[in-house]
């Protein structure tokens, strides 16, 4: 019975540490793809098109795409997306110098999803004391704005004039940037989004 317990104990602890590493690992990767930020659609679009997902837009998969089916309630922009934090975290803290923000647009040859006619942006910053979409209050401010009149070009440039200060210890000075947009459809057709990213 002791020459049992002396193979099966250590041999249960190696699976044990195996199997946490793994999934630990696995985590990291799921959280480096798609980190744990706030996501918004308030035209609910994806109750009358269930292949339209906000999440569409932050997978970096260009096949996928968010398709605007419905008006946002009054006073509510269409989308809010939580992109990245400010800093990383590599020998200390150190600041992401992001350089633009990058919109990608698509149509289909029927025309039924289009480019917008007109695209409103803001980037804010939110506070990153928690993380967790779950407990963090989403308390902003706006730090840039912009009005497009989009025209044939499914690749939108902003660039982008940021401010991030350097930080010892966190959360100080340490904020999650993202996007709100309000999207005006053209005369005919549904405006349709492939991806939302910045750009170091």
Known sequence: MKQFFSIFLPLTIF????????FTQQKLK????NPPFLVFDFTKSHLYNQD????????????????KENESPAEKSDISLELRLTHYYKDGFQVRKFQKLVILLCEDRKKKYVYPKEIKVKLMQREAINVDKELRLPK??????WSLQVKDSSRLELPLSLNIRESNT????????GVTLDMIAPDSGKPCLKEIFLVE
């Open 30 to 33: 799921k959280y480096q793809k």
């Open 15 to 22: 699976v044990s540490v195996v199997y946490i590493y793994s």
């Open 52 to 67: 339209s997902s906000i999440h569409h837009l932050m997978d970096a998969n260009a096949s996928t795409y968010w398709i």
């Open 140 to 145: 902003e401010s706006v730090l840039q704005t």
């Open 170 to 177: 966190y959360p100080q000075n340490i904020f999650i940037l």
